[in-house]
């Protein structure tokens, strides 16, 4: 099994930054990637951004060129550095991991870190 915890949601204005923390713990040997995804009020949850255990990363249109995800695939960490932070970037924000159970892939997600930024 494998746990996540995400930090570093909060309050900010339009223009500003912030950067999100997500750590696994557990059987941290068997994620593949690190992905954040994000939930605005009323829409569905969408990817923003991934990393593979390689190093790729690939974005959402809307965010690229703003944030960037980064990650360290010995400690399973994964940060999410947002720039130029809009209000349509409001949303409750959620580290995932895929990883490896028996033949399968089963993900687990954080607990959700809520991102507010005001016009």
């Known amino acids: 099994q494998v746990q996540l915890v995400e930090s570093g949601g909060g309050l900010v204005q339009a223009g500003g930054s912030l950067r999100l923390s997500c750590a696994a713990s557990g059987s941290i040997f068997s994620i593949n990637d690190m992905a954040w995804y994000r939930q605005a009020p009323g829409k569905q949850r969408e990817l923003v951004a991934a990393?593979?255990?390689?190093?790729?990363?690939n974005y959402v249109d809307s965010v690229k060129g703003r944030f960037t995800i980064s990650g360290d695939n010995a400690k399973k960490t994964a940060d999410l550095q947002m720039n130029a932070l809009k209000p349509e970037d409001t949303a409750v924000y959620y580290c995932?991991?895929?990883?490896?159970?028996?033949?399968?892939?089963?993900?687990?997600w954080g607990q959700g870190t809520l991102v507010t930024v005001s016009s």
């Open positions: 995932n991991a895929r990883y490896n159970y028996g033949s399968g892939l089963l993900n687990a």
């Open positions: 990393i593979s255990s390689g190093g790729s990363t």
